[in-house]
């Protein structure tokens, strides 16, 4: 693939990949409610496993290069959301709910590095 069809591809895919949170999001909030994040904790995790899922099948090469960006840079960068995750850590404690804080922001990291790993260890 040329590297501006590839960049296409990655911007598409991005493109795609914060549509697809947004619905994710979405009907998390409209089934659990605006309580605790669980939307952000769904996107986040299932994005880690997917990416360690393809950067395992990539270490393996059973992923080519070029679909390995397009999905992983692409689609689950797009996906993914850090920087919501982190706002609503500190919306939560500016609200008083501190431990809710601190289970969001830590519990949401240590999950999402074991559930990369879990996903990388199914790939390779």
Known sequence: MTGELLFC????????????RFVV???VRARLGDGFPWGTWLVNLSGSF???LMTGLAAS?????DLGLVL????????TTFS???????????EGRHAAALLNGV????VAVV????GYALGA
Do not use: C, E, N, S
């Open 9 to 20: 591809a990655v911007a598409l895919a991005g493109g795609g990949g914060a549509g697809l």
């Open 50 to 52: 997917a990416l360690g």
């Open 84 to 94: 919501t995750a982190a706002v609503d850590t500190v919306l939560l404690a500016r």
């Open 25 to 27: 999001d979405g009907a």
């Open 72 to 79: 992983g840079t692409g689609l689950l960068g797009g996906y």
């Open 115 to 118: 559930a990369a790993a879990a």
């Open 107 to 110: 519990g949401m990291l240590v």
């Open 61 to 65: 090469t059973l992923l080519p290069d």
